[in-house]
């Protein structure tokens, strides 16, 4: 079968699975990616095979052992590769967000900035501790996490409630589709090729700057919709209630000093204590701020200092020697994230004592689903990359000026997006069928990651678990979601494809 038409008909199966028959991501693209294993023909696989022994990436008996193999083998093979080589680093980053949730580590890095920052850039610092959080952490998580603070400010200061759920889209959702550990620009960093530290220095300067022009958005929509302060599913009153700051809020307020910016002496770092929120006045000691962010930091750190050196001895910059090899052995994603996976445990003295020894199997749970999907999608890639779509997708963009690439990798990712809910499925199946892009580049093939997690933005809307997400925590209607969530989604897409398309002019090599 022609390649185009099988990308038509594992592209449909993937939209009519998930919309219609509701069927889970998982078996989605399982299904999917058999689908075209099965309608590969024999002379398509053989030519497959044959690039790759000319490329040095296959021996010839394996290449023929590729040939003769029947399509669910191939299937599960190119499966577990792929947990092979994201299976560790999605479950040590799970329990890492476990960790910086349930010890209040992630409360303290908000406190933290919302201190340093003070009441009128309570917006700045909301996106800058949801997109610092947004790493480890996925976005849904994160914004259980801020809704209640964004939510307390509106109350302190009566007004700007959009501004400030807008202000964790901007950083938490950015940061979710740009920057790895988080499985879809990890598993996008996989299909096309590009070098995780790579992914991860891209991500966090393309998605910083572009979480500085969602923000300019957000206070755009927040002029144009307004939305009352309502009681949420959990009965937090709204507006109605007419409390008095300080009343409510439970065990997610933050101190008034922290709010509100004053000089009032206290310090993250001599451990910041809060409310349990259980009724009976009981304090319970949260981790400074130095320990909080040690298990972000040192992952981020160790990749990216390991990426510039390789990027230095290849260029002939360096010389390799033991240090630079101990700098790539440390900086090896998997040792990495282990790293800041340990400094991750010496939070767990803060946690609840009666959850300390389910943290890890509870993370461990979450983490499952998302490694089965992640590993899915990785799998139906490899069956489209086997049936010629790379080579396919470089014959049809030959004569596309290099940049006008991007705006179609962005458009492709957006349709998947919108039709079918989920961002992360949506970024795995666009790179399956843009894989063959990199051939056409004439700049870095990061940028095309880049530009496919920004096509995962738009557009939220009712087919997003998210939209429901933060229409539920927030207290706004459907129609309200529809004027705020989906103009932002599309803004944050837009923006983070203008400076991706920027960075690739003025930097083409990285």
């Not at 560790?88 to 992630?106: N, V, W, Y």
């Not at 997006?417 to 992360?424: E, I, N």
């Not at 229409?471 to 932002?488: F, H, Q, W």
Request: charged share 15%.
């Amino acid at each position: 079968m022609n390649v185009w038409w099988l990308v038509v008909l594992s592209v449909a199966v993937v939209l009519i699975s998930i919309l219609v028959f509701r069927l889970h991501a998982f078996l989605t693209l399982l299904l999917a990616g058999l689908l075209v294993a099965a309608l590969t023909g024999t002379d398509s696989l053989r030519s497959h095979a044959e690039r790759q022994v000319e490329r040095g990436k296959m021996s010839a008996p394996a290449a023929e052992s590729l040939v003769e193999s029947s399509p669910a083998n191939r299937l599960a093979s190119e499966f577990g590769e792929t947990v092979g080589k994201i299976g560790i680093l999605i479950a040590l980053a799970s329990i890492i967000g476990g960790c910086l949730l349930e010890s209040g580590a992630a409360a303290t890095i908000v406190d933290a900035m919302l201190r340093v920052s003070g009441e009128r850039r309570a917006p700045e610092a909301l996106a800058a501790s949801s997109f610092v959080l947004g790493i480890p952490v996925f976005f849904d998580t994160v914004f259980y996490l801020m809704v209640p603070l964004a939510r307390s400010l509106r109350r302190r200061v009566g007004k700007d409630y959009v501004l400030f759920l807008l202000a964790i889209l901007a950083g938490g959702s950015i940061a979710h589709s740009l920057v790895p550990p988080t499985p879809g620009p990890l598993q996008v960093a996989e299909i096309i090729g590009v070098e995780i530290g790579t992914m991860l220095i891209a991500g966090l300067v393309i998605g910083g700057c572009t979480s500085v022009l969602s923000l300019a958005a957000a206070r755009f929509i927040n002029r144009l919709v307004d939305v009352p302060l309502r009681a949420d599913e959990f009965g937090e009153g709204g507006d109605e209630d007419h409390a008095e700051p300080g009343s409510r809020d439970d065990s997610h307020r933050l101190p008034a000093s922290a709010i509100a910016g004053a000089d009032t002496g206290d310090r993250a770092d001599t451990g910041d204590r809060a409310d349990t929120g259980d009724g009976n006045g009981a304090d319970v000691r949260r981790p400074p701020i130095a320990a909080a962010l040690l298990p972000i930091a040192i992952p981020v750190v160790l990749i990216s200092a390991a990426s510039v050196v390789r990027y230095l001895i290849d260029a002939g910059s360096l010389a390799p020697g033991a240090a630079a090899g101990w700098m790539l052995r440390l900086g090896d994603k998997n040792i990495a994230i282990g790293i800041g996976c340990g400094f991750a445990f010496a939070l767990v003295r803060y946690c609840p004592v009666d959850k300390r020894r389910t943290l890890v199997t509870r993370s461990l749970a979450s983490a499952g689903n998302i490694i089965l999907i992640t590993a899915a999608g990785g799998a139906f890639g490899a069956m489209l990359r086997q049936a010629g779509i790379a080579e396919a997708v470089s014959e049809l963009t030959r004569d596309v000026p290099g940049l006008l690439l991007l705006p179609v990798a962005f458009a492709v990712t957006a349709a998947i997006r919108t039709l079918q809910g989920s961002a992360t499925v949506a970024m795995i199946t666009a790179a399956g069928v843009l894989q063959g892009f990199v051939e056409a580049l004439p700049f870095h093939p990061v940028y095309l990651a880049m530009a496919i997690g920004a096509g995962s933005k738009p557009v939220s809307w009712m087919t997003d678990s998210a939209f429901w997400v933060i229409t539920k925590m927030s207290g706004m209607t459907e129609a309200e979601g529809l004027r705020v969530i989906s103009p932002m989604s599309t803004a944050m897409g837009l923006a983070a494809l203008l400076v991706t398309m920027l960075f690739a002019a003025l930097y083409p090599a990285v």
